[in-house]
Nanobody, 121 residues
Framework: QVQLQESGGGLVQAGGSLRLNCATSGRTFRRYAMAWFRQAPGKEREFVAAVGSGGTTSHADSVKGRFTISRDIAKNTMYLQMNSLKPEDTAVYYC???????????????WGQGTQVTVSS
């Protein structure tokens, strides 16, 4: 079992930055692919970024060049550095863990409870 806990969300003005953290429990953190998804009101959950167990990363086109995913194996923590934030980035952000690196939310077995990110114009 993997337990995930997000933190770092908040209210920021457009153009600002935030760093989201996903703390994990368990000794198997290094074996899992980890990802960030987000869900805005009235919209489906969408892929943001993922990092594989070997360090390979993938970012959605909508965040490329602005967001960066990373993980610290020693700290059992994953991060999402978000720069140049836009109002359309407003959503609840979730971290998730999967046995495979994929952009499909249905393939992720473990989820955190989410953290709210609000970007004002």
């Amino acid at each position: 079992q993997v337990q995930l806990q997000e933190s770092g969300g908040g209210l920021v003005q457009a153009g600002g930055s935030l760093r989201l953290n996903c703390a994990t429990s368990g000794r198997t953190f290094r074996r899992y692919a980890m990802a960030w998804f987000r869900q805005a009101p009235g919209k489906e959950r969408e892929f943001v970024a993922a990092v594989g167990s070997g360090g390979t990363t993938s970012h959605a086109d909508s965040v490329k060049g602005r967001f960066t995913i990373s993980r610290d194996i020693a700290k059992n923590t994953m991060y999402l550095q978000m720069n140049s934030l836009k109002p359309e980035d407003t959503a609840v952000y979730y971290c998730a863990a999967s046995a495979v690196l994929t952009v499909r939310a249905t393939s992720y077995d473990f989820w955190g409870q989410g953290t709210q990110v609000t970007v004002s114009s």
